[in-house]
């Protein structure tokens, strides 16, 4: 559930910070209830911090559209619009301009346009990780879709922390081991050179990943 929201209270303590958080207009404590575990609900707060969206995020934001609109065959500006729309009901919230929005909304629309462009497998004019505005969530969808995240094909995983002698992968819980997605080129190149000389090289690095789709 993905809904907009107000912060009206805040304290600090020795276990962290408590937020009082207000969700205008919606009543969902029915739906709370549905997957509370225990007295906790686990989730994800978002802060915009209010500034202005780069020209650097417009960019990323206007080559991706182009590139999405020369390979499905539409005009750019139709493609800019079905996507703004698509993300703002995917995400509950206002229709917003790219003249003026939050650099927070910038950063999330970008990584909904990169994940789209991994679910479609659509070719960018630019390597993806030069489009990229949030790396986590990028390594993310590139292992939820299956895609190298230095070249974008094909990828199979790639496990950052080794699975130890002994251990069978096909039964081993790895949510805690981190992982990368790479194509065949790219994973034998990982072993070649090194973990690390790898992720310098290209500016990546391993995530925890557990499906939950």
């Known amino acids: 559930m993905n809904y907009y929201s107000q ?20 009543k969902v404590k029915h ?3 549905k997957v509370k575990n225990g007295n906790v609900i686990n989730s994800e707060i978002k802060i915009d911090d209010n500034r202005i969206i780069t020209s650097d995020q417009r960019k990323k934001i206007y080559a991706t559209i182009k590139d999405i609109s020369d390979y499905l065959g539409e005009w750019p500006s139709y493609y800019k619009e079905f996507l703004k729309f698509n993300f703002c009901f995917k995400n509950n919230i206002e229709y917003f301009s790219l003249s003026d929005c939050s650099i927070s909304i910038a950063r999330e629309f970008i990584t909904y346009l990169i ?4 679910e479609h497998d659509i070719p960018l004019s630019d390597k993806v990780l030069n489009r990229v505005d949030d790396i986590d969530r990028y390594l993310y969808g590139c292992i939820k879709h299956k895609r190298c995240c230095i070249c974008g094909r094909r990828a199979e995983l ?35 050179i090194g973990q690390d000389t790898f992720n310098k090289k290209y500016k990546v690095y391993g995530i925890t990943y557990e499906d939950i789709s």
Do not use: Q, W
Request: hydrophobic share 30%.
């Open 115 to 118: 994940d789209f462009i991994l």
């Open 7 to 26: 912060v009206i209270g805040i304290k600090e303590t020795d276990k962290g910070t408590d937020l009082i958080v207000r969700i205008p207009g919606e």
């Open 31 to 33: 739906k709370i209830i």
């Open 158 to 192: 790639h496990h950052v922390d080794v699975i130890g002698i002994g251990n069978n992968r096909n039964t081993l819980d790895d949510s805690k081991y981190r992982k990368m997605a790479l194509c065949r080129e790219h994973h034998t190149e990982s072993h070649k």
